[in-house]
């Protein structure tokens, strides 16, 4: 079987997905989605702390930890069910690569609650956290890196320019068909990058 991996770009409540194996060193799409991290797809469920910050402390406790729950549950659904579609074609998911924002720590959650941009960052981390450790329950090996350091850290993996990586990210789209935004694009990145340093 050939050795495929996904990249994940997220937002509150969802992720850009995109899975790609090598063929003669270059990449090809295998599987494009956009997945929900959440059951209930509203402002409420996808920004878990400024839900949390209306809630008495020990509900807005509560809350949270259901929705990383459920956010790790579904996380680990989608990746299952892409390792089964990947298997299907004879590819064998092996490695996953989240984007991550700043990558800072967080505080206890009271502190979060108490700085709007802190409760900006958590939610986004709620949901590349559950990929994390969803990548990890499904046996991938698991890779992060900070957006801002994408193109950086591809141009010196791959030899290649930065804006000679987007042209080349932009033309895998052209295979698959819209959606191919930013989104896309740097979730097709993230995994070319774990799939090349597996390699």
């Not at 990947?86 to 984007?99: D, K, P, Y």
């Amino acid at each position: 079987m050939t050795n495929a991996a996904v990249g994940f770009r997220v937002h509150s409540g969802w992720a850009s997905v995109v899975a790609l194996s090598l063929k003669n060193g270059l990449p090809e799409i295998l599987a494009r989605e956009r997945v929900h991290l959440v059951e209930k797809f509203t402002y409420e469920f996808r920004q878990p702390y400024h839900t949390a910050e209306k809630l008495q402390p020990e509900k807005a406790a509560a809350f949270v930890s259901r929705m990383q729950s459920e956010a790790r549950e579904l996380s680990g659904r989608a990746i299952r069910k892409l390792q089964a579609q990947l298997e299907a074609q004879g590819r064998r998911l092996v490695r996953s690569n989240v984007l991550l924002a700043s990558g800072r720590p967080l505080p206890a959650l009271p502190q979060i609650l108490a700085s709007h941009s802190l409760i900006h960052t958590a939610d986004g981390e709620l949901f590349r956290e559950a990929l994390l450790h969803a990548s990890a329950r499904c046996e991938l090996d698991v890779t992060s890196m900070r957006e801002r350091q994408l193109l950086d850290s591809a141009a010196r993996m791959l030899r290649l320019t930065s804006a000679e990586i987007l042209r080349r990210a932009a033309e895998l789209g052209r295979a698959v068909g819209p959606p191919w935004s930013q989104d896309e694009k740097f979730a097709a990145i993230a995994a070319w990058l774990a799939l090349t340093s597996s390699s």
